[in-house]
């Protein structure tokens, strides 16, 4: 399975989704990327402060580099998951079938479906910001286990 994480930048939130459920798969066939909507750090780290609340739970994401999602993506992943309803809508426009529709989510429906609830951009925030996304992403990608788990016994 092939799993994309999406935000705006591809600095905060998604390299922290990426880092998060890389450490949870284990010996699980999951490979995941992500990427942003916008190319405004294509090439870039992530967010200093992404990469010190990750290793603050043990986790390395110095090796990501930010790039820009491109429409391509809808044929390399089988799953892209949005971390709120602004990047879903620039995605979903550029789809270009129900295929490709088919394959993106708000992330936070896993853990509450139905409530389209966005992960905050943490950005702008202080610390308190990256941690509190940092709990929601932990919370998201444990159901992505789960699910895999579960369809793959």
Request: negative net charge.
């Amino acid at each position: 399975m092939r799993i994309l994480m999406l935000c705006l930048g591809n600095i905060c939130r998604s390299p922290l989704a990426e880092g998060i459920l890389r450490n949870k798969i284990g010996n699980r066939n999951i490979e995941v990327d992500s990427a942003g909507t916008n190319g405004l750090h294509v090439g870039e780290l992530p967010d200093p402060r992404s990469i010190e609340i990750a290793e603050l739970n043990n986790i390395d994401i110095t090796d990501q580099r930010s790039r820009k999602f491109i429409t391509e993506d809808f044929d390399t992943f089988d799953a892209i998951y949005v971390m709120d309803s602004g990047n879903y809508n620039t995605v979903m426009d550029l789809a270009r079938n129900h295929k490709d529709q088919y394959k993106v989510e708000l992330i936070m429906n896993l853990v509450s479906p139905g409530m389209n609830q966005n992960v905050p951009d943490p950005y702008y925030g202080g610390k308190d910001g990256f941690h509190h996304v940092f709990e929601m992403l932990d919370r998201a990608t444990d159901k992505i286990i789960e699910d895999y788990d579960r369809r793959n016994g």
